[in-house]
Nanobody, 123 residues
């Protein structure tokens, strides 16, 4: 099974940018559609962005459209989430997820998870 490790989180001021990475091991990510989720304290984990196996199709939750970009480099076995114009409400732990069929948009649909990376946006 694939193993996922997120990195790139940190503390950033509102309006700033971060790029998250999700590095896969044990199996090539080309076999998986990938997604990013996030979970803020006291809230449920929510879908942020998804990308198909080839990278040809992406989708985003409305609150991040135009600000976040998901991408993948299958040769590097890595998925990215470029986050621009960050807002206070983007503060959360961000998780990478993999699915065998299509990118999962619900927690219950995802086959594999990373442990997350913390993103904190300050004013």
């Amino acid at each position: 099974q694939v193993q996922l490790v997120e990195s790139g989180g940190g503390l950033v001021q509102a309006g700033g940018s971060l790029r998250l990475s999700c590095a896969a091991s044990r199996r090539p990510i080309v076999y998986y559609a990938m997604a990013w989720f996030r979970q803020a304290p006291g809230k449920e984990r929510e879908f942020v962005a998804g990308i198909t196996k080839s990278g040809g199709t992406t989708t985003y939750t409305d609150s991040v459209k135009g600000r976040f970009t998901i991408s993948r480099d299958n040769a590097k076995n890595t998925v990215y989430l470029q986050m621009n114009s960050l807002k206070l409400e983007d503060t959360a732990t961000y998780f990478c997820a993999a699915d065998h069929v299509s990118y999962c948009t619900r927690v219950s649909e995802c086959d594999y998870w990373g442990r997350g990376t913390q993103v904190t946006v300050s004013s």
